[in-house]
Nanobody, 126 residues
Framework: VQLQASGGGLVQAGGSLRLSCAAS????????MGWFRQAPGKEREFVAA????????YYADSMKGRSTVSRDNAKNTVYLQMNTLKPEDTAVYYC????????????????????WGQGTLVTVSS
């Protein structure tokens, strides 16, 4: 599975960005998709996740209420809409795939995922 994240950039605090992650393959509709981020000097952390049908979503407390994860299975793409961005949201954002079977759901654990994209940089200026 290959993942291509895009949509990052420089935005002022309070602004919005929508990240996209396009996946290869014909079984995208079976994947749980996750978003993580890694700020300079920090460990990678969970941001959001969405189940294969979009029926369930998960958010980090830091992003709850400010972000929306969605997907378009016809386009093999998952999105992360981020609003009211803060300087502390500055990071490289990564998308990740968890293929079935899911087993015990551990969406907040980066080691649980099977494939990762290359990341897209989000910089929020104050």
């Amino acid at each position: 599975v290959q993942l291509q994240a895009s949509g990052g950039g420089l935005v002022q605090a309070g602004g919005s960005l929508r990240l996209s992650c396009a996946a290869s393959g014909r079984t995208f509709g079976t994947y749980l998709m996750g978003w993580f981020r890694q700020a300079p000097g920090k460990e990678r952390e969970f941001v959001a996740a969405i189940t294969s049908t979009g029926g369930s979503t998960y958010y980090a407390d830091s992003m709850k209420g400010r972000s929306t994860v969605s997907r378009d299975n016809a386009k093999n793409t998952v999105y992360l809409q981020m609003n009211t961005l803060k300087p502390e949201d500055t990071a490289v954002y990564y998308c990740a795939v968890k293929q079935p079977p899911l087993g015990i759901i551990r969406v907040r654990t980066d080691g649980w995922y099977d494939y990762w994209g290359q990341g897209t940089l989000v910089t929020v200026s104050s």
